[in-house]
């Protein structure tokens, strides 16, 4: 029998795995053989809305099924509570306040060799990646030095005849907000330009209205599309995509698939039309927050329905994914990665994300980790961050972790202790410059079951200059009952460490 040549790390990776029954075949971590690794990113995904997670709708049931031969996360955090940030921090393994791409005005890492790929390449890796998602697109393409393919952002949309997009396909990011300007102000209330807007608004509905008829069988609200670009998509073509690429390069391979959906408009499949409409299932009317956008609790609870709706969709996708993975023997030497870039709000008279909050439908979101082989659930309670992605696929390729990354590999995989839950953060500095320090913005820290949301100097606090929140967790878990008002012993200790942290990632941009 060929002998194995075992490192430290696989050493005590096996040795940490072993009471797991079996979740890697041994044969995978021989030096000589390294996984192909597939990361599967569903864009505004919370983790507060997964029936195996605690909700009270089943909005994945295929998953489920599937996660009983995975490593399931229940308490892991997104870096940021919207794309920007929250990808910066999933692709670089560190904290916004590091690589301050947080705003839509400057999407630009302040080091954008630090990233995944360029650590993967050395590592001998080929990197794919792609994305229906533009702002997501502006940050892989900062790695395309070190991507073996980044397919062009329209191939997974389906054709159309838009006047910017069609005309200026290698600007595409560029031209879609050129277009949107030249259709609207910022909220949408007006025309941008006298003459050109309406003209603009009437071919590109002319032609959303011709792509929905023909497929209003299958989408009876309309095709998926990104209401950024109105440019419309499905999540079909999205999977087939990865499918045709995932053996496509030479082996090692790492490929990165970063799909629009769950993500608002919410516009599902024909057969998750509507069936949550009469479910009779009620969530907890919450008091409203110091920034709201006055949404009232039934316009809550119809948005949520649909999201509810398009989840099962996503699930019916992911699973599809899987089993052709499965079927075509790609998973007995791929680690599959399933997570999310941030979640979904519904609460506190708000729709959505992009909003200064730190509530856990924002920031909380799924981590599911599929070892090839593994043929029993495995259930993690640490709180884990996004920023610990990337430390732990350096692990499984044999790669050192650089110092400039601010995770650590995650649980069961990691060489320190962490059954002790150590903070994790998640940053909104949209409100800051990017290029000084923090100066406005929610930072939220999770420490050992507590959680502190910090608001500071921002202008919409009516006159306040910070905001402070901190809530029980595991007594409190919708978020009703701010401690920070009640003296709470943590609520002191808690700001220092964090007003350390803030310091701390300020000091270059002072």
Same mark, same amino acid.
């Not at 839509?104 to 390449?121: D, I, S, T, Y």
């Given at each position: 029998?060929?002998?194995?040549?075992?490192?430290?790390?696989?050493?005590?990776?096996?040795?940490?795995?072993?009471?797991?029954?079996?979740?890697?075949?041994?044969?995978? *971590?021989?030096? /000589?053989? @390294?996984?192909?690794?597939?990361?599967?990113?569903?864009?505004?995904? /919370?983790?507060?809305?997964?029936?195996?997670?605690?909700?009270?709708?089943?909005?994945?049931?295929?998953?489920?099924?599937?996660?009983? $031969?995975?490593?399931?996360?229940?308490? &892991?955090?997104?870096?940021?509570?919207?794309? #920007?940030?929250?990808?910066?921090?999933?692709?670089?393994?560190?904290?916004?306040?590091?690589? &301050?791409?947080? /705003?839509?005005?400057?999407?630009?890492?302040?080091?954008? @060799?630090?990233? !995944?790929?360029?650590?993967?390449?050395?590592?001998?890796?080929?990197?794919?990646?792609?994305?229906?998602?533009?702002?997501?697109?502006?940050?892989?393409?900062?790695?395309?030095?070190?991507?073996?393919?980044?397919?062009? +952002?329209?191939?997974?949309?389906?054709?159309?005849? +838009?006047?910017?997009?069609?005309?200026?396909?290698? %600007?595409?990011?560029?031209?879609?907000?050129?277009?949107?300007?030249?259709?609207?102000?910022?909220?949408?209330?007006?025309?941008?330009?006298?003459?050109?807007?309406?003209?603009?608004?009437?071919? #590109?509905?002319?032609? !959303?209205?011709?792509?929905?008829?023909?497929?209003?069988?299958?989408?009876?609200?309309?095709?998926?599309?990104?209401?950024?670009?109105?440019?419309?998509?499905?999540?079909?073509?999205? *999977?087939?995509?990865?499918?045709?690429?995932?053996?496509? +390069?030479?082996?090692?391979?790492?490929?990165?698939? &970063?799909?629009?959906?769950?993500? @608002?408009?919410?516009?599902?499949?024909?057969?998750?039309?509507?069936?949550?409409?009469?479910?009779?299932?009620?969530?907890?009317? @919450?008091?409203?927050?110091?920034?709201?956008?006055?949404?009232?609790?039934?316009?809550?609870?119809?948005?949520?329905?649909?999201?509810?709706?398009?989840?099962?969709?996503?699930?019916?996708?992911?699973?599809?994914?899987?089993?052709?993975? $499965?079927?075509?023997?790609? !998973?007995?030497?791929?680690?599959?990665?399933?997570?999310?870039?941030?979640?979904?709000?519904?609460?506190?008279?708000?729709?959505?994300?992009?909003?200064?909050?730190?509530?856990?439908?924002?920031?909380?979101?799924?981590?599911?980790?599929?070892?090839?082989?593994?043929?029993?659930?495995?259930?993690?309670?640490?709180?884990?961050?996004?920023? %610990?992605?990337?430390?732990?696929?350096?692990?499984?390729?044999?790669?050192?972790?650089?110092?400039?990354?601010?995770?650590?590999?995650?649980?069961?995989?990691?060489?320190?202790?962490?059954?002790?839950?150590?903070? =994790?953060?998640?940053?909104?500095?949209?409100?800051?410059?990017?290029?000084?320090?923090?100066?406005?913005?929610? =930072?939220?820290?999770? $420490?050992?079951?507590?959680?502190?949301?910090?608001?500071?100097?921002? %202008?919409?606090?009516?006159?306040?200059?910070?905001?402070?929140?901190?809530?029980?967790?595991?007594?409190?878990?919708?978020?009703?009952?701010?401690?920070?008002?009640? /003296?709470?012993?943590?609520?002191?200790?808690?700001?220092?460490?964090?007003?350390?942290?803030?310091?701390?990632?300020?000091?270059?941009?002072?």
């Amino acid at each position: 029998m060929e002998s194995l040549n075992l490192s430290r790390r696989d050493f005590l990776k096996l040795a940490a795995l072993a009471s797991f029954s079996s979740i890697v075949p041994i044969q995978m *971590i021989r030096q /000589s053989q @390294k996984p192909n690794i597939i990361m599967v990113v569903f864009d505004a995904w /919370s983790a507060k809305n997964i029936g195996f997670l605690g909700y009270p709708r089943q909005t994945m049931p295929k998953l489920a099924k599937l996660a009983d $031969k995975a490593i399931v996360y229940h308490n &892991h955090y997104a870096a940021g509570p919207w794309t #920007i940030p929250g990808t910066s921090s999933l692709l670089t393994g560190t904290y916004p306040w590091t690589h &301050h791409c947080i /705003s839509q005005e400057v999407v630009q890492l302040v080091n954008p @060799k630090n990233n !995944l790929f360029r650590l993967m390449k050395d590592a001998g890796y080929a990197s794919v990646a792609a994305t229906h998602n533009m702002y997501a697109d502006m940050i892989l393409s900062q790695s395309d030095h070190w991507l073996a393919r980044h397919p062009h +952002f329209t191939e997974m949309f389906l054709p159309t005849r +838009f006047p910017f997009t069609r005309l200026f396909r290698k %600007d595409i990011e560029v031209t879609g907000l050129a277009q949107r300007m030249a259709m609207w102000n910022t909220d949408r209330r007006y025309h941008s330009s006298i003459f050109l807007g309406e003209f603009f608004k009437q071919i #590109i509905q002319v032609n !959303l209205d011709q792509i929905n008829q023909t497929y209003k069988d299958q989408f009876p609200r309309g095709v998926p599309q990104i209401p950024v670009l109105d440019m419309p998509f499905l999540l079909e073509d999205g *999977i087939d995509h990865l499918l045709k690429t995932s053996t496509s +390069f030479a082996q090692p391979q790492l490929s990165y698939y &970063h799909y629009y959906p769950p993500h @608002k408009p919410y516009l599902t499949r024909a057969e998750f039309y509507n069936v949550f409409s009469d479910d009779g299932i009620t969530f907890p009317e @919450k008091p409203r927050s110091h920034i709201t956008e006055e949404q009232t609790y039934e316009q809550e609870s119809l948005f949520r329905q649909h999201y509810d709706e398009t989840l099962l969709y996503v699930d019916s996708e992911f699973n599809r994914l899987y089993q052709d993975l $499965k079927n075509s023997g790609q !998973l007995e030497n791929t680690w599959l990665i399933l997570t999310s870039d941030h979640g979904e709000l519904f609460e506190r008279g708000n729709i959505g994300h992009e909003i200064p909050m730190g509530y856990e439908a924002l920031v909380k979101v799924p981590l599911l980790i599929f070892p090839p082989g593994q043929q029993t659930r495995v259930d993690i309670y640490t709180t884990t961050s996004a920023v %610990d992605v990337l430390p732990t696929l350096l692990d499984l390729a044999g790669q050192p972790i650089p110092q400039w990354v601010e995770g650590i590999s995650l649980p069961p995989f990691s060489e320190v202790d962490n059954t002790t839950d150590r903070a =994790v953060y998640s940053v909104h500095g949209w409100l800051s410059d990017a290029k000084s320090r923090f100066s406005q913005g929610v =930072v939220t820290m999770v $420490k050992n079951g507590m959680k502190l949301i910090f608001t500071f100097r921002d %202008d919409r606090l009516s006159g306040s200059d910070h905001v402070l929140e901190l809530y029980d967790l595991a007594a409190d878990p919708e978020e009703l009952d701010n401690l920070y008002t009640k /003296s709470h012993p943590a609520a002191q200790q808690m700001l220092a460490e964090m007003q350390a942290e803030i310091d701390r990632a300020d000091q270059p941009f002072r």
